[in-house]
């Protein structure tokens, strides 16, 4: 490492379960985040402190002054620019040494299955239901760690999906795609500022702890996979709830069939 990025990384090496073998599979890291709102603003903010070597980001939306608040990398010389480029230049500022991929788009299918491949994992920060079953299902289909946030009013929920693991949920195990909740756009219910902030950093150490496991056999992080991570801002309360693989959902059920089929 370079003299100031061995000091700037030098907490990491430090702690536990990382050391600087961890910080170097940071820094060769290739990470998916999808969405550049109140989730993925501290997301990147905190992947690219931590010397990720790679943002590949995507947001179609562009900043207004409703976003503010909650979007601290922007500010009011933004509105009207892409998220993804208003961020990809913050960034800029603050750890340049992390490429950052601005894609100014919505995702979808093709997309999707064109960029998760790249990537070490994938961050979903999206906030619409549909978009979030389909990061799911691309990411089963991938066989591709996703570690996925949610948050409204007072409330968050955390949780990791690692479809390499046969005997895992995926989101759609627990979150029956066919059973969408009523509309909880925040424009209409409110989200508290610091939430989103505390669920993205959630999702930024999940996705620093699944890097390091992964290239690091040393490493003895252990994951939040198999539980609902739940957070109540309003009681400052926290909750973590076991899950289990659903044998009849219909995402990664499916894509276990297929395999089977491929192997006859
Ligand atoms: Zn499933």
């Given at each position: 490492?370079?003299?100031?990025?061995?000091?700037?990384?030098?907490?990491?090496?430090?702690l536990d379960g990382i050391d600087d073998e961890g910080v170097a599979a940071l820094q060769a890291a290739r990470v998916l985040l999808i969405g550049a709102g109140g989730l993925g603003c501290p997301a990147a903010l905190y992947l690219s402190a931590s010397g990720i070597g790679r943002l590949h980001w995507f947001d179609g939306d562009k900043v207004d002054?409703?976003?503010l608040a909650r979007q601290t990398l922007f500010g009011p010389a933004d509105i009207g620019q892409f998220k993804v480029a208003a961020g990809a230049a913050a960034l800029g500022r603050t750890?340049?040494?992390?490429?950052?991929?601005?894609?100014p788009r919505f995702i979808d299918a093709s997309l999707l299955d064109a960029a998760i491949p790249l990537a070490d994992v994938v961050l979903d920060c999206t906030d619409q239901w549909s978009t979030r079953?389909?990061?799911n299902a691309r990411c089963v289909a991938n066989r591709k760690p996703l570690v996925s946030a949610a948050a409204i009013e007072w409330s968050g929920q955390l949780m990791c999906?690692?479809?390499?693991?046969?005997?895992?949920?995926?989101y759609a195990c627990v979150f029956d795609p066919q059973t969408e909740p009523v509309a909880h756009a925040c424009g209409a219910y409110g989200v508290l500022s610091p939430l989103v902030g505390a669920m993205g950093c959630l999702q930024a150490a999940e996705a620093i702890k699944l890097i390091v496991r992964s290239r690091h056999p040393g490493s003895s992080l252990p994951s939040a996979a198999q539980t609902l991570t739940l957070v109540d801002m309003k009681t400052a309360s926290w909750q973590q709830v076991r899950i289990s693989r659903n044998p009849a959902c219909p995402v990664c059920q499916s894509e276990r069939a297929k395999a089977a089929a491929g192997r006859d």
């Open positions: 490492m370079a003299d100031h990025a061995a000091l700037r990384h030098s907490r990491h090496a430090l002054a409703t976003n750890s340049p040494e992390t490429e950052v991929i601005a894609e079953q389909l990061i999906i690692d479809p390499r693991q046969s005997d895992q949920a995926c």
